[in-house]
């Protein structure tokens, strides 16, 4: 599985855009795509170096970062979102670990999640979240059913290193794979490109940068360990999960990526015990839960008195939709005139 192949090395290269931003060594991919024959070479003694010795060259791992602002005129930092250039020597090393690493996905990642799995596709997501909310808008037995779309606050930036290499153990990755991806990711520096300048470059102390191929697929191993958690308390039947249908699935959470949508009883326990998982998990990960901009929606059969007393209990502000879910505005499929039959096997 370590072994890199001038073929698997070029087939990489070439499937990367040309025209991508440059990184802090201003070389772009056209370069190494043009000057093929004059890197390759070069480019496959690093590659199999740092797969063998689980480190690459300090310069390979700079970053910069440029701010996007979110808003026109913009006065917060919170009103831009960052974008990281990374070189493209460290793009090909990472890519070509991603490559190895998405044949794995089926089994390492549950259903629940849809991004960057082989053979999943966001469209999953959306049928059965269109599905689940038309369910409790139509809701008439007695309990009640609430959903909480979660926003982890700044997702990718919060993932602790500890975190991260503990699940790259958990699911069994060669041991030379977890050393290199934990070099790159705890030794990277960032210098932030502010009004065309390049200020001084420093160091974090946790997270994985969005700009990197592999960060990705990083991420949605460590938010498979809050599925863990989920389908635990589903299992001891504490978690009481959201019946679709009579004979169809029931369903606790979707992901898509960092979009996390939980689904369970309408009650003051189930709530309680949805929020301490969000914390367990927030705790070891250390990621945050930003209560002001999740959403939490309940069935029709909730009275508003007892719905916004559970809107108070956990902090979330009560919303009558969720709007638009990765993008496409929620409605059944019912209302749209297409018959969705579920699988019998359970999707927790």
């Known amino acids: 599985m370590l072994d890199i192949s001038m073929e698997e090395l070029r087939a990489a290269v070439f499937d990367m855009n040309p025209n991508k931003s440059l990184g802090v060594d201003g070389f772009p991919v056209l370069f190494f795509q043009k000057a093929w024959q004059l890197v390759k070479y070069n480019l496959l003694s690093l590659v199999q170096a740092a797969l063998r010795d689980g480190e690459i060259n300090p310069a390979l791992n700079r970053t910069l970062v440029v701010l996007i602002p979110k808003i026109s005129g913009p006065e917060r930092i919170s009103q831009f979102r960052s974008i990281s250039l990374c070189t493209v020597p460290l793009k090909i090393i990472t890519k070509l670990l991603v490559d190895r690493l998405r044949p794995l996905l089926d089994n390492l990642v549950s259903r629940s999640q849809s991004s960057f799995v082989p053979g999943r596709h966001t469209t999953d ?101 809050l599925g863990h958690l989920i389908d635990e308390e589903v299992r001891l039947n504490r978690w009481k999960s959201l019946q679709i249908t009579q004979r169809g699935p029931s369903l606790s959470h979707v992901c898509f990526a960092d979009d996390l949508v939980l689904f369970g009883e309408a009650s003051f326990t189930q709530l309680d015990l949805m929020m301490k998982v969000l914390n367990d998990f927030c705790e070891a990960s250390g990621e945050k839960v930003s209560l002001a901009k999740s959403k939490l929606l309940v069935s029709s059969d909730i009275s508003h008195p007892i719905a916004m007393a559970l809107s108070n209990h956990c902090g979330i502000a009560l919303t009558e939709d969720f709007g638009k879910y990765l993008g496409v505005t929620v409605v059944s499929m019912e209302f749209l005139g297409i018959k969705f039959v579920f699988p019998k096997s359970e999707v927790v």
């Open 125 to 225: 997501n959306i049928i059965v979240v269109q599905e689940a909310i038309h369910t409790m808008r139509t809701m008439k037995r007695k309990g009640g059913a609430i959903a909480i779309k979660v926003d982890l606050e700044k997702a990718y930036d919060r993932i602790k290193w500890s975190f991260l290499q503990q699940v790259l153990e958990e699911i069994q990755l060669p041991p030379p794979w977890v050393k290199l991806i934990m070099h790159i990711v705890s030794s990277n520096t960032f210098s932030l490109l502010w009004n065309g300048q390049q200020l001084p470059f420093f160091s974090s102390s946790r997270g994985i940068r969005q700009g990197d191929p592999l960060s990705p697929y990083l991420f949605i191993l460590c938010l498979e360990k």
